[in-house]
């Protein structure tokens, strides 16, 4: 990894593959966080795969940056490690949901942190690629998102979903969303960036000096 990667409005998901093909999302990254905290953890590389889950743009930063920042002791080391402690809670919940809850609860969990990450109500992707996230068969996502549709509260249509009652999307979903969404508000109590960047041109450059 040479990069750190700061999602503005595109999600990633981090994914385990086993050795038969077979993969599962351990976590969501969107503009609440960052991609490659191993980097300042003091490793290399990750045995997970990133994956963009919903298209958009991001800030990139230099490995050795990064480093620098956080060693320097300063706001950004406290603020990353807050945000390390948010992660290891929603990988725990996952690895907690994907064994106790059914996939309609997971499909709702999945959805509200994909929402929460987003500036509009709409995902573009296919249930093959959903299955793929939750770990679980492609029938059974069809199975869920049908029930959903019928309930009035997504519609799905070639591979478009739309979130048309949140509130319900909630109260179907397990416990696993609100205590993800308690701790990550609780450690980044900040606003994430809801202003949508619509053209790379737009964002802001700094040229820094050469070392």
């Known amino acids: 990894m040479g990069h750190v990667y700061f999602p503005t409005d595109s999600i990633v998901s981090l994914q385990y593959v086993m050795e038969n093909g077979a993969s599962t999302a ?3 990254v969107g503009n609440e966080g960052l991609l490659g905290i191993t980097l300042f953890m003091g490793g290399g590389s990750t045995p997970s795969r990133s994956l963009v889950q919903s298209a958009g743009y991001a800030y990139r930063l230099p490995r050795q940056r990064v480093k620098e920042e956080f060693n320097r ?9 807050r945000y390390t402690q948010a992660l290891i809670t929603q990988i725990s919940q996952t690895a907690v949901c994907n064994r106790q809850h059914s996939i309609d609860q997971q499909l709702c969990r999945w959805l509200l942190l994909s929402m929460d990450r987003l500036s509009h109500n709409h995902l573009t992707m296919t249930q093959e690629f959903i299955g793929n996230m939750l770990g679980v068969r492609r029938e059974g996502i069809t199975q869920a998102a049908l029930k959903l549709q019928q309930l009035g509260v997504i519609s799905y249509t070639r591979g478009l ?11 179907l979903s397990c416990e696993c969303y609100g205590v993800v969404k308690k701790e990550t508000d609780l450690l980044l109590n900040y606003l994430p960036q ?9 964002i802001p450059t700094v040229t820094l000096p050469t070392q």
Do not use: F, P
């Open 161 to 171: 979903i739309k979130v048309l009652d949140r509130s319900k999307l909630e109260t």
């Open 26 to 28: 351990i976590l969501v």
């Open 194 to 202: 809801k202003q949508v960047t619509a053209n790379a041109d737009s």
């Open 73 to 81: 002791h300063g706001q950004l080391l406290m603020l990353m490690l």
